[in-house]
C-alpha cells in the first residue's frame, strides 16, 4: 500500500524568503508519480508540481521545486520568494504510475502562513 | 486547464436527510473522481464515475450512501444519504489533468455541515 506522511501540521515563513514543506512516501511500487497540491481557505485543489519516479532532475514549475531524494523517498517541495498569496494549506501525494491509476494518496498536509 | 463548478459550495443539513452535490465541467470527460475531505484530514477518494456505467466505489464506500449519476460527459451528482454529523466533510469532484498521469483538476468543493 502507498502511504504519504507530511510531519509539518503548520509552518511559518517571512515573506520573500524560501521555505520548504516535507513529504516523505512509502511504496512497494518501482513507477509512481508524485504530486503537490495547494488548498487556499477556499476550499478548491490547485495542482503545483509533478515529479516522476524515473525523473532525473528535480521538477520546477516557477517558484515552486520539487527536491526529490528517491533512496530517502522524499519528495520536499520548496517555495522561493514567499508571497502572501502563498498561505495555504500544501497536499504531498502520489499514485500508482502502472494501468493509468488516477487514484492518488494523500497526506495530511501543512499549512503554511507567510508573515509580512 | 478545465473549470469545474460545484453546488452548493456549501450547506447546513440535518440529520437523517440527503443532499445532492452537483459537479459541471467546462468539457467533456470520460472519468470523474469524487473526493471526500473530513475536517483536518486528507482527501480520500469515494469514487470514479464514468459516463454510461455504474460508478466505481472505494474501499469503505458504498452506493447506497453515496449514489452516484453520470448523466453525461460534462455533469455528475454525489448524493450522500441519511446524513449523520460524520459525513461533515469537503466533498470535491475532480477530472483528469492532460499532462500527467494522477494530475488532477478540482472543482471549488462543497462544504456540508451536518447538525
Known amino acids: 500500500a502507498q502511504k504519504i506522511t507530511q510531519t509539518q501540521p503548520g509552518m511559518f515563513v517571512q515573506e520573500k524568503e524560501a521555505v520548504t514543506l516535507d513529504c516523505t512516501y512509502d511504496t512497494s511500487d518501482q513507477s509512481y508519480g508524485l504530486f503537490w497540491y495547494k488548498q487556499p481557505s477556499s476550499g478548491e485543489m490547485i495542482f503545483l508540481i509533478y515529479?516522476?519516479?524515473?525523473?532525473?532532475q528535480n521538477a520546477t514549475e516557477g517558484r515552486y521545486s520539487l527536491n526529490f531524494q528517491k533512496a530517502r523517498k522524499s519528495a520536499n517541495l520548496v517555495i522561493s520568494a514567499s508571497q502572501l498569496g502563498d498561505s495555504a494549506m500544501y497536499f504531498c501525494?502520489?499514485?500508482?504510475?502502472?494501468?493509468?491509476?488516477?487514484?492518488?494518496?494523500f497526506g495530511k498536509g501543512t499549512k503554511l502562513t507567510v508573515n509580512p | 486547464s478545465a473549470v469545474i463548478s460545484q453546488k452548493p459550495s456549501r450547506d447546513i443539513c440535518q440529520r437523517g436527510t440527503s443532499l445532492t452535490i452537483q459537479c459541471q465541467v467546462d468539457?467533456?470527460?470520460?472519468?470523474m473522481f469524487w473526493y471526500r475531505q473530513q475536517p483536518g484530514q486528507s482527501l480520500t477518494l469515494i469514487a470514479t464515475?464514468?459516463?454510461?456505467?455504474?460508478?466505481?466505489?472505494e474501499s469503505g464506500f458504498v452506493i447506497d450512501k453515496f449514489p452516484i449519476s453520470r448523466p453525461n460527459l460534462t455533469f455528475s451528482t454525489l448524493t450522500v444519504s441519511n446524513m449523520s454529523p460524520e459525513d461533515s466533510s469537503i466533498y470535491l469532484c475532480?477530472?483528469?489533468?492532460?499532462?500527467?498521469?494522477?494530475?488532477?483538476?478540482f472543482g471549488e468543493g462543497s462544504r456540508l455541515t451536518v447538525l
Open positions: 515529479q516522476g519516479s524515473y525523473d532525473e
Open positions: 501525494a502520489m499514485n500508482r504510475v502502472q494501468g493509468g491509476s488516477e487514484k492518488l494518496v
Open positions: 475532480s477530472v483528469r489533468g492532460y499532462r500527467y498521469t494522477g494530475e488532477l483538476f
Open positions: 464515475a464514468n459516463q454510461g456505467s455504474e460508478a466505481t466505489y
Open positions: 468539457s467533456q470527460v470520460t472519468m
